[in-house]
Structures are given as C-alpha cells and as structure tokens.
C-alpha cells in the first residue's frame, strides 16, 4: 500500500487529508504522529516536520511543500538529503499573491486611509492624486510570484522594477541583479514590495539602512514598504522606528517574525500599518491537493518532477 | 486674435486657466463671465454653461468637455446645434479610473472591512477566501472607461461580463447586449459596477428592482455595487433599503444625486458603504489641457476631431 503523509504539527490538518483522499483516493493519507508503516509512505507534505520523521521513511520519494515557501522544511536539520522537494506552483496561489499586492499598491498610492477618514469626519474632499505612472513600485524577488505582481503593477501603469538574484526579461519591468545593484534599485524604489524567498541571505535585509535608501523625493513623500514574503526578512523594530522618523510613510505586512503577532504588538494599532494574518495567498487545500495528486500521476507515469527546490540556493 | 474660453461657473478655474494657457500660448484663455470680444471666441470648456453663453459666440468652432460625461455640456438647453463637441480621451483619466475600480473590487473581493476590524480588535483570523476567479463582475457601460476597467479585471482572474447598448467584442468579457439582455447580466453578476453615461434611458437605472435581480447566491452572499458613472443613474434610497435588508452586501459610491454630499446623509456613516468625493478619475488639469491643445492643433492643420460626442445618443 502506498501512503501519503502529512508532517504538518502546528496544523490543523483535518481538512487537509479528507482533500487529499478525495484527490488521490488510490493512496492511504496518513497524518503524523500516525504514521503506521513507514516503508508504506511514498510522498509526504512537510511544515516545520519534528526532527527525524522524515529521514525515517525508507521509501520516501518526494516531499512537497504546500506553501510557496520552503523555508519551513528546509529548517530541518535531518532533513534526508537525497529525496526532492517539489514546491507547489498552482497558478491559483499567484493569482491570490498578485491580488493581495496589487490591492495595497493602490491603497496606499490613492491614499485610501485618508480617503476613509474623510468619510469618518464627512468631509468631502477631492484631494490631487498622482497618476500610477507617477510611482515607481520595486519588486524585490522575481519568482512566479514576484514576476506576475511585477507584470500586473505595470499594466495598471505604476513605473515597475524588480530585483532578483540573477537578472530576469520581464516585459514592462526593469530588472535588477545581484547585492552591486541592490543600492540603484533602492534609490528610485517609492514603494518597496517584498516576495524573496526566505533564505540566510535575506535573513533581515529589510532594515533601517535598507529603508534609508529608499526614495525619499517621491510622489507620496516618503516611501512605503509591502512584506509579504516572510517575516524573518524584516528587522520590526527598525520598520517601527522608520514609521516614528518618518522615513516610511506606511506598511502593509502580512508576515512576522512571531506568529500569530503578540497582542502587545505596535503594529497591531499603528495608524500607518495594515496588517494581514498571513493571509495574502492562501489558497484553498482543494486546489492544492488537487496540483499534488497531479505532480504524483505524472511522477509514477514519467519519473518527472515541476518545481523542484533546489537546496544549495535555499528555494 | 483666437481665444479659448473656460465656461465652468462652478468650478474654481485659475488653475485650469493657467494650464491653458501653457498648453495654448497663442490663444488667449478666457473665464467666463470675462468672455471679452464674443467674436474672438474660437473654442469653449463648458461645465454647466449657463443659458445662452455658448449660443452667442458667433465663431465658436469646438466645445470641449474636460472629463468623460458630457451630460454637463448637453443640460443647456440652449446649446447650439452646429458645434461638435469633443469629449477628453485621455489615457490618464481611463487609467485613473481603472485603478478605483481595480482597487474597490478588490477590496470588496478580499472582505478588507473585515480584515481592517479584525486588526482593530487585535484578532489574527485567516479566513477562507475564494478565488477571484469565483466572482463574477459586471461592468454596465463599454466605453473607452468600461472596456479598460473591464479587461484589467479579467486579468486579475475575474469572471468579467459587461452589459452595453451595442455587442462588443473584447477579449476576455462575455458581452451583454441592450434592454432584452439586462436581465441576464444582472443574475450572472455579484458585483455590479457602473460606469455608464447619463442619458434619458440611464437614469434611475440602479433601483430596487435591478438589484434583487442580481446574484444573490454567489461566493460573497449578497451581490456589491460599485457605481462611478453618475449620480443621476441610482435611486439613493433604493440602496439604502437593499443594504438593510441585505439585498446588497457593501457598496462603493464615488457619485451622488447632490454632490458634495450633504452631511445627513445616511451615506458617510453606513458600515457598509466606501464614499469617495466624484475622485475617482480625477485627472490632474496639465494633462488634460495638454489633450485639448493637440486636438485644436490637429483640428487647425486637418480639420479633424477625435471623440467626437453623438448628441441623439447622449454620449
């Protein structure tokens, strides 16, 4: 019998395995700590697994990982090092991600809080705007995700640039590679999107210095920052100190470095933050178990594999 | 000497009359009611014109009008029959208003009244959201404003129709077709947005009837309504009354019968209900008089007028 494990502890995974058995109802789903038989289990779905559970499964042959994230298998350190990963592309999370960014791109350059509390005060006040082509959004991170929010930004007219490890052709989007480049991409930046990857090297890039450079001469007065890759990226007290001096005019962040964020979180009542649970793109476990029953049919029909980690880069 | 005159009495037009006069330094711009030499008048801006102003300029070629509804120009009763009307086209408006369109769908799709209450009470809840894909937006008016909103929508994912006097053909937008199919975009439709002319047959069009014949059993519950057309085409109480009753799940009103709103309306205050002051393309006057001084160039050299407005249609 072939099985299909889920390592997922901090989950409530209930409604992920009725999924899963719907989508690959030839298999045994099976939820750790219930693991039975572990020569059964060929595929496993991994967040944050307990050490040991996985490099304990003879017959293992992919891992999967639900998110677009991978950080959280990665962090594993018995992590079996022969087994691949396949991240989850469904073109649904992109569509999600790409929702969620470009919506809070154009909160913050129509100034929809303003907007609102002229409502709250009955004021009505048709205040000058600048035009999409007025701003220069940066994209930092250039993966599926990165390149259509990059590609969506442009056709709604915003000035678009990205920056990723190696230099991409995206049409529309001025592209810029490597940490040499990462000061010229932070200068003409008005607001700062973030979709990295988490790995060592973006461990904290998103700092006081980082949002310094950023352009302070823009239409919106100071610049703005959107985190939503994760929030090991963001150092939050200097993204705090920046909101106090000014330095940012406003944030929306999605993730933190502690979640669920403590209630005794500033960000939780900043008048210039809006704030998500972690929420930007989550897509439904149907559709997700539906692109991993898939990746599966089409592994044991062809021994292939879409969307395969690779370690070394850490994504 | 050729002079440009601004007829806008409502409007606080020195800002306007500068960014002529840069456009037009060979003209000399004119305010009403310094209407000067009436014969030297060779092109008119009119925004409620008052009765008779335009039909005595002896040797007025073009009247202008300086946003996308010319339903301002065409109340004068006394409008000369003989003098084309040109409608601004301009890429900065059309872009304007996709991006509040863009922006309130979205805000209605992702439920951010109830992600922003959630951060109020300090509450990390990661509901589950649908796709945009599982919505269906209707856009009642094709033009040039309709179209664009239209095609941007479907690229985020959304399944867009759009319902216009004429069948059109655009990429990505099922077409609904005149009174006979009104019926049937408006029961495919959970969230309604209008971006329609005022004519005679457009106004009162957004009443009590049409939204009890929109989806009521769609992804978000209860159907939205997202009007930027004109004030003219919703019966006021009519909303209120379907948002009691829960007929319509939220709206967003950037137009109004009485505009500015008067402070008792019920409007400023509803939970349920994003107000924006007529803002939602609001171009910035340096554009647009850009525009009309390339229209009056191409008209001296050519003859020929763009956007010509068809006053038996009314737009």
């Known amino acids: 019998m072939s099985a299909f494990l889920f390592v997922t502890p901090t989950w409530d995974g209930d409604q992920w395995a009725n999924e899963m058995k719907k989508a690959l109802p030839r298999h ?5 700590p219930a693991i039975g038989e572990t020569a059964d289990v060929r595929y496993a779905a991994a967040w944050l697994p ?5 490099r304990e499964l003879p017959n293992l042959k992919v891992i999967f990982s639900l998110g677009a994230g991978v950080d959280a298998i990665l962090s594993d350190p018995t ?7 396949v991240r989850v592309n469904s073109p649904d999370l992109t569509m999600r991600m790409s929702e969620h960014i470009v919506m809070h791109v154009l909160m913050h350059h129509r100034q929809q809080a303003r907007i609102l509390a002229n409502q709250r005060n009955k004021t009505w006040d048709s205040f000058p705007q600048h035009a999409a082509s007025a701003l220069r959004v940066g994209v930092m991170g250039l993966g599926v995700l990165g390149e259509d929010a990059a590609k969506k930004l442009a056709m709604l007219g915003f000035q678009v640039a990205g920056w990723s490890r190696s230099r991409k052709s995206i049409y529309g989007v001025q592209s ?3 940490a040499e480049e990462l000061d ?12 990295l990857p988490a790995t060592a090297e973006t461990d ?3 700092n006081r210095a980082v949002i310094k450079k950023l352009a302070h001469n823009g239409p919106l007065g100071a610049p703005v920052l959107i985190n939503a890759g994760r929030g090991r990226q963001q150092v939050e007290a200097d993204i705090l100190a920046a909101l106090e001096s000014g330095e940012l005019l406003a944030v929306s962040l999605d993730v933190f470095g502690k979640e669920p964020l ?6 939780w009542s900043h008048p210039r933050v809006y704030l998500t649970p972690h929420s ?3 897509s439904e476990p149907s559709v997700i178990c539906t692109y991993v029953a898939q990746a599966i049919t089409q592994f044991e029909k062809t021994g292939q594999l879409d969307n395969l980690v690779d370690r070394t880069r850490g994504y």
């Open 28 to 32: 045994d789903i099976r939820k750790w």
């Open 50 to 54: 307990p050490p040991n559970v996985l």
């Open 79 to 85: 992590l079996p090092d022969n087994i691949p990963i």
């Open 176 to 178: 810029f590679a490597g």
């Open 184 to 195: 010229a991409f932070l200068t003409r930046t008005d607001i700062l999107v973030c979709l």
């Open 204 to 206: 904290g890039l998103i």
């Open 262 to 267: 403590p209630n005794d979180s500033p960000f």
């Open 280 to 282: 930007a793109a989550d």
